[in-house]
């Protein structure tokens, strides 16, 4: 069984920080890009970073480059993402996905989802 566990979402004033993780589990991690989605209220889904799993290289939205930083640990199949200034527009679910080479990086092309962690910034 595929999961995708989230944690580390939480309350935090803007220009603050909040690291989330994601344990990664049921399925190869070095053949998939793993990443996170986040959807604020009423907007749609959004892909904002990503790492592969074979060689570490990275993806990142421009609205949060610079500010946002994911990492992997293959041994124990996790990734992270490291917040910086946090801004109240990063208020939004945030979601570990997993997504196979090649696809288009937005939400119909993700393959595996896990369940979403609320990031709530405030001004």
């Known amino acids: 069984e595929v999961q995708l566990q989230a944690s580390g979402g939480g309350l935090v004033q803007a220009g603050g920080s909040l690291k989330l993780s994601c344990a990664a589990s049921?399925?190869?991690?070095?053949?998939?890009?793993i990443g996170w989605f986040r959807q604020a209220p009423g907007k749609e889904r959004e892909g904002i970073a990503a790492?592969?799993?074979?060689?570490?290289?990275?993806y990142y939205k421009d609205s949060v480059k610079g500010r946002f930083t994911i990492s992997s640990d293959n041994a124990e199949k996790m990734v992270y993402l490291q917040m910086n200034s946090l801004k109240p527009e990063d208020t939004a679910v945030y979601y570990c996905?997993?997504?196979?080479?090649?696809?288009?990086?937005?939400?119909?092309?993700?393959?595996?989802w896990g369940k979403g962690t609320l990031v709530t910034v405030s001004s």
């Open positions: 049921g399925f190869t991690f070095e053949d998939y890009h």
């Open positions: 996905i997993a997504i196979a080479p090649g696809k288009y990086f937005n939400q119909n092309g993700v393959d595996y």
């Open positions: 790492i592969s799993g074979r060689d570490g290289s990275t």
